[in-house]
């Protein structure tokens, strides 16, 4: 984990924030941006989380996925618990330099939501009329890869990703 | 644009939030949840924005997106002002329920960024060394698919979808 506080390029104006060839990311008021990780062999969107400027800068510099857990607020490498470790292929980031893009490849059953599913998105939301709570979602992917209680209750840690 | 208050499902406890079947959307400190929008042809990335809960609604109800803009501070239905609509074909919802994703088919050029890219996230970050400053980002795509200064400099409102 490096000791000093990463360093990116000043923010500068609208033009060269969104058009320019600089990281110069818009942390928000909690000091935090947005990631998205896709999946790396199809695209699939897999989660959606936060980053803080360590997370970010820990994830350019080792390749690997880290995050800022907003329930546990600490520092998150992704499958440090799991073993589900993201390797980023690609990170790009936005127009307004707000939220990253990854494709990952996942260590393990290919799985990055805690629940089992592959994707977090697991769920969809029927079209056509004005939500209520009696709206029912349904499940639109084939069920679980992983059982969370075998996975969690280990509270194994590695370093080791498995490709 | 409905009168009423959109009504979700109360949000419940952990285990009906993150694997039951009703909508109970968690709104953050600003009334806000986030959106991903991709591509229906080919599953990508092409934007990151939020939602209150009425751009939310209006967007399960109309099935074309809608967003909260935090800059403009108001509702902003996507495609509004440059004709570049977003319908909706798929909208799921993740595990803790504060994010959504879209899948949806663009009207006009099949771009949804305003600098006139595809994607929002056209430029890449090199991995492997800690980020600074002098480090460069490289577009990722073939180029801009309209050019906004025509699109937007005509300011013109359109409701009827390109399809």
Redesign the interface.
Known sequence: M?DTV?????RGDKAAV??????APKFDADGLI?A?A?DAR????L??AHMDAQA??LT??T?FAHYYSRSRRRLWKKGEESGHVQK?V???????QD???MRVETAGPGAA???G?RS??????????????E????V?DGGKLFDPSQVYAAAKKTDTPRF
Chains 1, 2 share one sequence.
Request: aromatic share 4%; glycine share 6%; charged share 15%.
């Open positions: 490096p990463p360093s990116f390029a000043p969104e058009e320019g060839d600089r990281l947005t998205v896709v199809d695209g699939a969107v989660m959606l970010l800068a350019i510099e390749g980023v690609e990170l790009s980031i936005d127009c307004d939220a990253v893009l939501c805690h629940t599913h977090c998105f697991f769920r969809s939301v029927p079209l056509g009329a004005p939500p209520s709570p709206l029912q979602l349904t639109n």
